[in-house]
């Protein structure tokens, strides 16, 4: 039951430029977490948004909540080559779970 | 820093073998998890446990089974490997509550079924 979808699948960008990825889910939330996956790792954790709020930075990142269209979008502002990764959304509803989406995949080029 | 480690990085098992994926964690936490990643699919839930011997089936239980005898550690097991189980495979620990649901992640392990 994936309930995140990213939008694009894949994005490739020139070094210095921003990238903004979308995510749609499909009922309730009570957040909403963005995760960063370098190739063949594990994913690292890098923001969360919680259903009252509708935006939140940090660093370089900028994350935006409608729950109204049940989406969000994550800015990566000033890319870098080191950001390149591929991107995924995770909606957490009433449970411990998260259901994530299908990722992202961002290509910064130097 | 929350450290998560997996037994194996790379694992190649042939078809009908028993296969055991461990992940440690070093923090405490109260909640485990185990997802499998395929190319196009994402990441799907196989089994979660959020205290010792307690397990809840995710996405895709069918083929795995889990163990948690301590709350550091959590089992993964294939009873009878098959080549549709080639995959990542990853590990991921939280602690429980509100406001503590940051999932951190091991490295993964690729596993071959041949």
């Known amino acids: 039951s994936q309930q995140g979808e990213e939008d694009p699948q894949a994005l490739s960008i020139q070094e210095g430029e921003n990238a903004t990825m979308n995510c749609s889910y499909k009922t309730s939330i009570n957040n909403l977490q963005w995760y960063r996956q370098n190739s063949g790792r594990g994913l690292v954790h890098l923001i969360l948004?919680?259903?009252?709020?509708r935006e939140k930075h940090s660093g370089r990142l900028r994350v935006t909540l409608d729950t109204s269209k049940k989406s969000s979008s994550l800015l990566i502002t000033a890319s870098r080559a080191a950001d390149t990764a591929s991107y995924f959304c995770?909606?957490?509803?009433?449970?411990?779970?998260?259901?994530f989406g299908k990722g992202t995949k961002l290509t910064v080029n130097p | 820093d929350v450290k998560v480690t997996q037994s194996s990085r790379y694992l190649v098992k042939r078809t009908g073998e028993k296969v055991f994926l461990e992940c440690v964690q070093d923090?405490?936490?109260?909640?485990m998890f185990w997802y499998r990643q395929d190319p196009g699919l994402g990441l799907r839930l196989i089994y979660f446990?959020?205290?010792?011997?307690?397990?809840e089936k995710g996405d895709i239980p069918e083929g795995y089974s889990v163990s948690r005898e301590k709350k550091e550690r959590f089992s993964l097991i294939l009873e009878s490997a098959s080549t549709n189980q080639t995959s990542m495979y990853l590990c991921?620990?939280?602690?429980?509550?509100?406001?503590?649901?940051?999932?951190?992640f091991g490295p993964g392990t690729r596993l071959l079924v041949l």
């Open positions: 923090m405490d936490h109260e909640n």
């Open positions: 995770a909606a957490q509803g009433g449970s411990e779970k998260l259901v």
């Open positions: 446990s959020y205290d010792v011997k307690m397990k």
């Open positions: 948004i919680r259903s009252n709020e």
């Open positions: 991921a620990s939280s602690r429980r509550g509100a406001g503590q649901e940051t999932q951190y």
